[in-house]
Nanobody, 115 residues
Framework: QVQLVESGGGLVQPGGSLRLSCAAS????????MRWYRQAPGNQRELVAA???????NVADSVKGRFTISRDNAKNTVYLQMNSLKPEDTAVYYC?????????WGQGTQVTVSS
């Protein structure tokens, strides 16, 4: 029954920035991890970034140094700050909440990086 709603996607130029938000319907503090995935047409769904309940973060090599994941437990919201965007970052970005034996997915938000 955990509902995740992404927002903040849109069209940006290469080199630009975008901040994605994932609002959860209930507490995310009990999750093992909150994650951002992305999937472009014809591509595999890719893990972009993750943040654990303890606050540890990790990002994919492809976005390291450009993307940052964070969370606000009081607001039940996870963020993905994306800087220095490249055309290859174009994809649908999905929020994911990982619990012990179940996970939940958001509907996704489109990010398009193009001039």
């Amino acid at each position: 029954q955990v509902q995740l709603v992404e927002s903040g996607g849109g069209l940006v130029q290469p080199g630009g920035s975008l901040r994605l938000s994932c609002a959860a319907s209930s507490s995310i503090s009990s999750s093992l991890s909150m994650r951002w995935y992305r999937q472009a047409p014809g591509n595999q769904r890719e893990l972009v970034a993750a943040i654990t309940s303890g606050g540890s973060t990790n990002v994919a090599d492809s976005v390291k140094g450009r993307f940052t994941i964070s969370r606000d437990n009081a607001k039940n919201t996870v963020y993905l700050q994306m800087n220095s965007l490249k055309p290859e970052d174009t994809a649908v970005y999905y929020c994911n909440a990982q619990f012990d034996f179940v996970q939940f997915w958001g509907q996704g938000t489109q990010v398009t990086v193009s001039s």
